[in-house]
DNA sequence: CGCCAAAAGTGGCATATGCCACTAATTTAG
DNA sequence: CTAAATTAGTGGCATATGCCACTTTTGGCG
């Protein structure tokens, strides 16, 4: 298109994406509320708790965040007693993350609120649609893209 | 489910989109970085830029984001002089917000590295593609979700 | 073994977002 | 017209995320 109109937002697969999470968020958000926890929150817990006492890299990775960023996403859960971390025995720079009895707890209280939520999603959209949403968007997040000129010193 | 196993990330359609816009909100912050704007300042310059000296509230409304949270995020924008805002004539509660020459010129220049990764994306998903990616958020974005039982005191 | 590069986190700083309580300006009753 | 209800923003507080500079450990190597 040589020019012409806006289409109301942006082409921005970023900002439609940005935007789509943040109502999405919200309703997620909405949903948990009762168990105190943010939908990332519920998010961090779920990942953890589905892996084996994973090193944060590991967890940072799997969630494609920060390593930092998970460090700080991490401390108000580990300060409510949630999670807590250890040291690896064989590696001493790695620390590992795991579940306290409460944050399973927590979790599985969670758990509830977000099948509610999940459930009212699917209904809304239907669950096949939302399954090819999900694995459209986890193709995109794995995708290796790259700027072409990656910024020549220059 | 009738059986096992965790999906790698979980099922749930909010985090597998958290972690999406993660994963490309930083490809388009490393490409807008020579700008100096990250990706979402980058997507409000533009929103406001295609719209007719907006209200902060009609801003939020099209963003669908937290009227707050849009007022905190201008602040950077307008400290940098890329925005200013001037009060409604009719109704002076209204505070309406626009480009300054300025934010009009760096929005130019990081338009230009923003289509060099909005490329790059379209020639990795294809443009297709692309397109029912950003229908499909646009309709989640705009769902009309609310929780059933908003919450019975149990 | 001692030195250096790579790996894993931490802390500081800045932006992104939301919710809530509060203020100012308008609109709507009465 | 005046008081109650509503609307538009603001400011404070808390979490979400990223980048960068450092510190601590490791893992190689000569």
Request: hydrophobic share 40%; with cysteine; aromatic share 6%.
């Amino acid at each position: 298109m040589t020019e012409a109109g806006k289409p109301g937002f942006s082409d921005c697969n970023n900002a439609t994406l940005r935007r789509a999470a943040r109502s999405l968020g919200r309703f997620y958000d909405d949903a948990l509320a009762p168990s105190g926890l943010k939908s990332t929150q519920f998010g961090l817990l779920f990942q953890i708790h589905i892996s084996d006492e994973p090193a944060m890299g590991t967890i940072a990775e799997a969630l494609i965040m920060d390593l930092s960023a998970l460090g700080h996403t991490l401390k108000p859960l580990i300060r409510d007693g949630y999670l807590e971390t250890f040291p690896d025995k064989d590696d001493r720079r790695v620390k590992r993350v795991r579940l306290t009895p409460r944050g399973q707890a927590k979790l599985d209280e969670a758990l509830k609120l977000w099948s509610v939520a999940q459930q009212q999603f699917e209904k809304k959209v239907g669950a096949e649609q939302a399954a090819k949403l999900r694995a459209a968007l986890d193709a995109v997040a794995d995708l290796d893209l790259e700027m072409p000129t990656a910024a020549p010193s220059n």
